[in-house]
């Protein structure tokens, strides 16, 4: 299995719970950083967190 490409941005949304933490974790072993503050939302039923996250440039 190939790994995905490395997207210079990503947006990650999903329930506001431990798995959507070890996410946002993962990318940021993985170099991401983020980029801006988190937005979250109701659905009726679960919180929904977004957070976008960005590779550095290489300079």
Known sequence: MTSPERLRYRLITGPDDATFCERISALLDEGYLL???????????NVIAAQAVVLPADD
């Open 35 to 45: 980029h801006g503050s988190p937005s979250v939302t109701f659905n009726g039923t």
